[in-house]
């Protein structure tokens, strides 16, 4: 089994920044790749990020480029996510996942087998 747990969210103020971990433990591998993904009431679970094993590869939502960046310490087995110049649309619960190795860096959340709680992102205009 994989655990996931997910830290560092909380309330923003529009422009400002947060960042987000997730510890992975369990039967996971340094190959994994880990995603982040976000979800508001009454809406689908959307893309956000994701990193592969080596952390050489990495893909974003449009709405997020150069604004967010994903990073892994696979000695720590932990996966991060850096937001800057939040803005309220960002509002969110933000989930990590982790899939098992494969070529193509996967954006659906049916791709993901292994999650965690999510954590609440508010920012605030």
């Known amino acids: 089994q994989v655990q996931l747990v997910e830290s560092g969210g909380g309330l923003v103020q529009a422009g400002g920044s947060l960042t987000l971990s997730c510890a992975a433990s369990?039967?996971?591998?340094?190959?994994?790749?880990m995603a982040w993904f976000r979800q508001v009431p009454g809406k689908e679970r959307e893309f956000v990020a994701v990193i592969d094993g080596g952390g050489g590869r990495s893909k974003y939502t449009d709405s997020v480029k150069g604004r967010f960046t994903i990073s892994r310490d696979n000695a720590k087995n932990t996966v991060y996510l850096q937001m800057g110049s939040l803005k309220p649309e960002d509002t969110a619960v933000y989930y990590c996942a982790g899939r098992e190795w494969s070529y193509f860096l996967k954006t659906s959340p049916t791709d993901y087998a292994y999650w965690g709680q999510g954590t609440q992102v508010t920012v605030s205009s």
């Open positions: 369990g039967r996971i591998s340094s190959n994994y790749h």
